[in-house]
């Protein structure tokens, strides 16, 4: 919940010690959940080397139902961004694409993926300038900052990162805020469980 606030001090308290307790069991579904949040916080906060050494520790989760995978593979591709390893986003951006193909039809949410693939691969094409792919893609921010189900962001999703407020803070040279996807308004987030 304090992350949604963005009360990231208090946060990474909480994931540091989760990651921490959780660490003797190594191959845990609970291990790799909480590292990639951690993770996530580190990107929020700008150490994006550290998410990325995170991320390095978080293995694909088998019988994914939940749709986490995805979330990890698209923070990957924020991070490689955010420290300008351009030589590797493509790779990575094919291997995602490679992914989301191989569970078509298992969930709504595929909707919401799809656009934010298609915008990295149009940001790609842009030379990673965000202002001209904004400007190109408008469309599909809207969609994604939409209330519609199959594109809208969701607290209790595992796309923890907002992609949408990602990208435009870093278009606006600005920190990642939820206040701004949650339009100011401090919101119930739902409880630490949804993300633990």
């Given amino acids: 919940v304090e992350l949604f606030q963005n009360d990231f001090e208090q946060s990474e308290a909480i994931i540091k010690e989760l990651h921490h307790s959780s660490a003797k ?6 291990f790799y959940k909480r590292t990639y949040l951690y993770a996530c916080l580190k990107n929020i906060q700008g150490d994006y ?25 698209l923070l990957q591709i924020m991070n490689l961004i955010d420290r300008g390893k351009h030589d590797l986003i493509e790779t990575n951006i094919q291997n995602l ?4 193909g191989r569970l078509k039809g298992q969930r709504q ?8 693939l298609r915008i990295l691969t149009r940001m790609m094409n842009d030379n990673y300038y965000f202002s001209k792919t ?7 921010f809207d969609l994604l900052q939409s209330k519609d189900d199959r594109y809208g962001w ?4 595992p796309e923890v990162v907002a992609f949408h ?3 435009i803070s870093r278009m606006e040279m600005r920190k990642f805020s939820y206040d701004r996807i949650f339009g100011g308004k401090k919101q119930e987030a739902g409880s630490k469980k949804d993300h633990e």
Wanted: glycine letters at 4%; proline letters at 0%; a positive charge.
């Fill in 25 to 30: 069991q190594k191959a845990s579904f609970l």
């Fill in 49 to 73: 080397k550290r998410s990325e050494e995170l991320l390095n520790e978080v293995k694909e989760i088998e019988k994914d139902k939940e749709g986490w995978n995805i979330g990890i593979r």
């Fill in 97 to 100: 694409k490679k992914y989301l």
């Fill in 109 to 116: 949410l595929l909707k919401r993926y799809s656009v934010i």
């Fill in 134 to 140: 904004y400007k190109r893609s408008q469309i599909y």
């Fill in 154 to 157: 969701t607290v209790k999703a």
């Fill in 165 to 167: 407020e990602w990208f």
